[in-house]
């Protein structure tokens, strides 16, 4: 029998505010153990929470960035279960009345484009981290388990795929553009190292053609775009194997674990999960109206999909539009600055994508402190363009501008790489390079073509590379045929 | 009505660790109490009216401001264990 | 010694015929005359109510006067936090907590000058009518020190009435504040919900959870909430429109304004006295200008139901912090969920355990819709009742408890029975409104009764305006007689 794998995802996004997402509490990387923790996120008897407006900005920019419609109202919900890393035992998050609903993510695998749905974006608060230690003198038992709360009340955007993923590939280059995604926004670090993006996956399988989903299986604990895939593609094999050997796929969660390069059951010791949600008394509803979300949307960066688009319509084929899209903003501004003041877009494409990252990289220097304005990478082109320069003085000339000699043109003269434009001393130069060579001369009028390039060499030869080859052509062609 | 109480479920779910003699009495007074609170379904008709704020507040929120936190040893000095640091409690069971 | 109020004592305060450090002296010497028997107190802060008032005397005596609570001593509800006063909410399970902070609240009552005695008695975690639920020992009335001062605020109910204090704050819940307040024949008061911040308040239902004093008379009420009322960024749920003057409508009267009596609090379950002394009032109010109609609001009588859903779901969730971890309590275990399940099982008594049980089985998979679904409908009902009620009259008012003061055991053992003693103030906690008590008279035994005055959201200057004619009329002024413990 064939098998189809039938994939969602569920990613956690860690919002990079400069405060917690129900008290002020600053949210950061490393500090030292409960250092950054206040009545509200310890869960002190009393504290109350009250939510962080960037960080419901963020969620918003969010949805907005996966084409989602925002509710015009949402609650927040308490969702109850007893976890030592949570310090009330509950976590504000929300359960059926989401912010961000019904979006989707293009995803491009093997150069084949699909639309996956998603399903909600929520907010929700992060826990704090437990350690396993062993042992510590306690009186009982040979290990305890340390507790940091710097990290509780660290607000949280869960992103939740539709079951549409169809292969370990797709759900990677799906983790990969929601992550590409998100950074661009700026809403989060996205790192995933850092565990400031999280990805779980929900995996089933189903026979061929059929349209009900098979027993899901959730997949934790990968921390790489690399684990992921791996994960569930093991994950796939697994419950082929073992439906294929008249075994059942059981509904549980199992933890990835990297260096065996397998699944196992997490086996909790707690049966089926009642969370018991009701909506948070603490809080209020919220009402995303349409002021709200235009202030979201008006400062919302362009995102790589839609930048491909814009850069594809303004001349640029697809591959280099990719390469660009994909390049530092700084690059990415130089372009737009050039473009801007009259170059062509192609041409400063390259440029900013070929010789320029290339110095950047050769000099080891920030893109943010290029010295180069896009001004001057348009008079750059333009002399090219013009036949002032040739493409290879060219780059001599970017060297010079990179270097602080000055606007292009300046440059050229400087450095004495004008090229030869003048009819008349070509030509003059022409007739002395034909005078001297009559056998060349007199094949080509017989017609033989490739005497041109050596009549055509001897001129920039005597013209030190000067000459624009272009005008030299056609000057050799007008003597044969005069 | 709910004369069907899994007690003991429910004092797991809220982690009270209750004996079986406990357990049932608290099953049998919980019966009594949820027999008088059933009453709720006598209601007619549907309400016009949302649960929510009665003075009709939304969107409460903060800026995005980092406020001083607590003091560690303050805060640690409650617990009734730390180390380093850190909060301290007994092994998790899981995995 | 006359038992003085804050309107009287602010006089003295500032003619200079009296000092703070004086009025706290008499303050705590009625205290330790009392304390014995009433047990009003879990905490006395003896030196920093000191402190406290030596500051309030300098202050007046340099002209700076920080308003009418200036110099005045206060007593605290228990499950208010203070900030390095050991603050327990009468349970076991957080002996010997030290907060690091202060509620909003108290930073209030704080910059208001006034002088915090220390923290009072409650029934645990403000769950139950009677302040027998407290983990160290149960309040007595001082009316009758074999009775009940009410709850769960019973402890600065008896401390107002006994002397201790001058104003106490309490909690209301389902009637914390008004039913110990007409239990021991003084004013409660809970104030429209989301006007008197939540921040520090250790939580019990979150959306009906109201703070509000505890006082000698009316003026003394409305002195008090103004200086603890406002917006408070750090609580969501915090009004943050126009706070009405509460002072306008004093000295008014009655005359022109529609009142009604609630038809469905009377009746049986009532004690014949009760029910005589409120028709009285309700007659005198008539005969001062009164137009006083029966009102009929139904659902009242499911709202004791919906109560008893709504408040132990939400206290099922405020309570799972206590597991622990970060303070209070800890028994041993081998895993981290057995130690949990160990220190809840032995650091909560067992009215707490009964709620947070029915709670948790009230929003658990299969019975949410039936019990806790339902309840939030009933509760809107009952908004649209009083909301219909009031598009007829000003106040509606009723009896505060259908009982006087009760025995100390007496309902110990009969949750259902307890439960009952709040079937007057349980609507205004679902409706969000405001509403006080106000003593209106002894019973044949001598034991006080309270009227209560309800008023739609944000009507407390309507409220306080009826009340204070009720007052006058009633012409409370009895005094418990407690027979002092020689020394």
Request: net charge negative.
């Amino acid at each position: 029998m064939s098998w189809e794998s039938v994939i969602g995802i569920e990613v956690h996004v860690e919002l990079a505010t400069n405060s917690k997402m129900f008290c002020g509490c600053a949210v950061g990387f490393g500090e030292p153990p409960n250092t950054s923790v206040c009545p509200t996120c310890l869960g002190l008897p009393g504290a109350l929470p009250v939510p962080n407006q960037v960080a419901l900005d963020s969620i918003i920019a969010i949805g907005l960035a996966f084409d989602c419609s925002v509710a015009p109202t949402s609650v927040f919900h308490r969702k109850n279960y007893f976890y030592a890393d949570l310090p009330k035992n509950y976590q504000i998050s929300q359960f059926d009345a989401p912010i961000c609903l019904e979006g989707h993510l293009d995803v491009t695998v093997d150069g084949q484009t699909r639309r996956v749905g998603i399903e909600r974006a929520h907010m929700e608060e992060d826990t704090g981290k437990s350690s396993h230690v062993g042992d510590g003198g306690r009186i009982h038992g040979a290990s305890a388990t340390l507790l940091d709360f710097n990290r509780a009340g660290v607000p949280l955007v869960e992103i939740v795929s539709k079951p549409e993923i169809h292969s370990a590939a797709e759900a990677r280059a799906y983790a990969q553009s929601l992550r590409a995604v998100v950074a661009e926004l700026g809403v989060s670090d996205a790192r995933l190292e850092e565990g400031s993006i999280r990805f779980d996956a929900n995996v089933s399988i189903r026979p061929i053609g059929v349209e009900t989903l098979g027993t899901k299986v959730e997949v934790k604990n990968m921390n790489s775009f690399r684990s992921l895939e791996r994960a569930v593609q093991y994950e796939i094999d697994r419950q082929i194997a073992l439906v294929e050997s008249d075994g059942a796929v059981v509904q549980e969660t199992r933890h990835w674990d990297e260096e065996a390069g397998l699944t196992r059951s997490m086996r909790s010791k707690e049966g089926s999960s009642d969370y018991r949600y009701f909506a948070e008394p603490d809080l209020t509803p919220m009402e995303m109206d349409e002021a709200w979300i235009d202030r979201v949307a008006a400062t919302l960066p362009e995102l790589p999909a839609k930048r491909i688009d814009r850069y594809v319509g303004s001349g640029l084929e697809v591959s280099l539009a990719e390469i660009l899209s994909g390049a530092e903003a700084p690059i990415r501004e130089l372009y737009e600055a050039a473009v801007g003041a009259g170059a062509d877009a192609r041409s400063a494409a390259n440029w900013v994508t070929g010789e320029i990252t290339a110095w950047l990289r050769r000099e080891e220097t920030d893109a943010d402190s290029l010295p180069l304005t896009g001004t001057q990478l348009a008079e750059l082109i333009s002399l090219v363009d013009e036949g002032k320069v040739s493409a290879s003085a060219a780059k001599d000339v970017l060297n010079g501008v990179l270097d602080g000699e000055g606007d292009p043109g300046d440059v050229a003269t400087k450095r004495d790489l004008i090229q030869i434009s003048d009819a008349g001393t070509i030509e003059a130069a022409v007739d002395i390079v034909l005078a001297d060579n009559p056998d060349a001369f007199a094949s080509l009028r017989d017609g033989e073509e490739k005497v041109l390039g050596f009549l055509v060499g001897q001129v920039m030869r005597a013209t030190q590379g000067k000459a624009d080859p272009k005008l030299v052509n056609d000057v050799i062609r007008e003597r044969v045929s005069d | 009505m709910p004369v069907e109480i899994d007690i003991a479920h429910v004092a797991r779910l809220a982690r009270l660790g209750l004996t079986e003699p406990e357990l049932d009495h608290y099953r049998d007074q919980l019966a009594v109490i949820l027999e008088h609170a059933a009453r709720v379904q006598e209601l007619e008709g549907e309400p016009d009216v949302d649960v929510t704020h009665p003075l009709g507040v939304v969107n409460a929120f903060r800026p995005d401001e980092v406020r001083t936190s607590l003091d560690r040893e303050e805060v640690l000095g409650q617990a009734p264990e730390a180390r380093d640091g850190y909060f301290v409690v007994p092994p998790a069971l899981e995995l | 010694m006359d038992a003085p109020n804050i309107a009287t004592a602010g006089e003295k305060l500032r003619d200079g015929s009296l000092t703070a450090v004086q009025l706290l002296d008499g303050v705590l010497k009625r205290a330790a005359d009392t304390e014995a028997q009433i047990h009003a107190y879990l905490t006395i802060d003896r030196s920093g109510a000191i402190a406290a008032a030596e500051t309030a005397d300098r202050e007046l005596a340099a002209g700076v006067d920080r308003g009418p609570l200036h110099g005045i001593p206060v007593a605290l509800k228990d499950n208010m936090v203070t900030r390095g006063l050991e603050t327990t909410a009468s349970s076991e399970i957080l002996s010997g907590y030290l907060p690091p902070y202060d509620a909003t609240v108290v930073s209030r009552l704080r910059e208001g000058g006034a002088v915090i005695v220390g923290k009072t008695n409650l029934d645990e975690f403000a769950m139950g009518s009677s302040t027998e639920n407290s983990a160290y020992g149960p309040t007595y009335n001082p009316w009758d020190i074999t009775r009940i001062p009410g709850g769960s605020s019973g402890g600065s109910a008896a401390a107002v009435a006994a002397g201790s204090a001058l104003v106490g704050l309490g909690s209301d819940t389902g009637g914390s504040i008004r039913q110990p307040a007409a239990l021991t024949g003084v004013v409660g008061m809970k104030p429209t919900y989301g006007t008197v911040s939540r921040y520090g308040l250790i939580a019990f239902a979150s959306s009906l959870d109201q703070i509000g004093p505890l006082s000698r008379t009316v003026l003394d009420s409305a002195l008090t909430l103004k200086a603890i009322w406002g917006h408070d960024p750090l609580d969501a749920t915090s009004y943050r429109g126009e706070y009405p003057d509460l002072l306008e409508g004093i000295g008014d009267g009655v005359e022109g304004l529609k009142v009604g009596v609630v038809k469905e609090l009377s009746g049986e379950g009532y004690e014949s006295d009760v029910d005589e002394r409120v028709s009285a009032m309700v007659d005198q109010l008539g005969r001062a200008g009164a137009e006083v109609a029966e009102v009929s609001l139904p659902t009242f009588d499911i709202a004791l139901s919906a109560y008893y859903l709504i408040a132990p779901a939400e206290c099922s969730a405020n309570l799972a912090r206590f597991d622990g971890i970060r303070y209070g309590l800890r028994e041993d275990g081998e895993t981290t969920e057995e130690m949990m399940s160990r220190t809840r099982a032995s650091g909560f008594g067992p009215e707490v355990t009964r709620r947070i049980l029915l709670g948790t089985y009230a929003l658990s998979a299969g019975y949410y819709d039936a019990f806790y679904g339902q309840a939030q409908r009933v509760r809107s009902a009952i908004r649209d009742d009083f909301a219909r009620a009031y598009s007829s009259v000003d106040v509606l008012v009723s009896p505060t408890s259908p009982t006087v003061a009760f025995k100390a055991g007496e309902r110990t053992d009969d949750p259902l029975a307890m439960y009952l003693s709040d079937i007057c103030t349980i609507p205004s906690n679902l409706s969000g409104d405001p509403a006080i008590s106000v003593p209106i008279g002894l019973d044949s035994r001598g034991l006080p009764i309270g009227f209560q005055v309800m008023a739609p959201a944000l009507g407390e200057p309507m409220m306080y305006r009826v009340a204070s004619v009720v007052e006058q009329l009633a012409g409370f002024d009895a005094q418990p007689s407690l027979e002092l413990v020689a020394g």
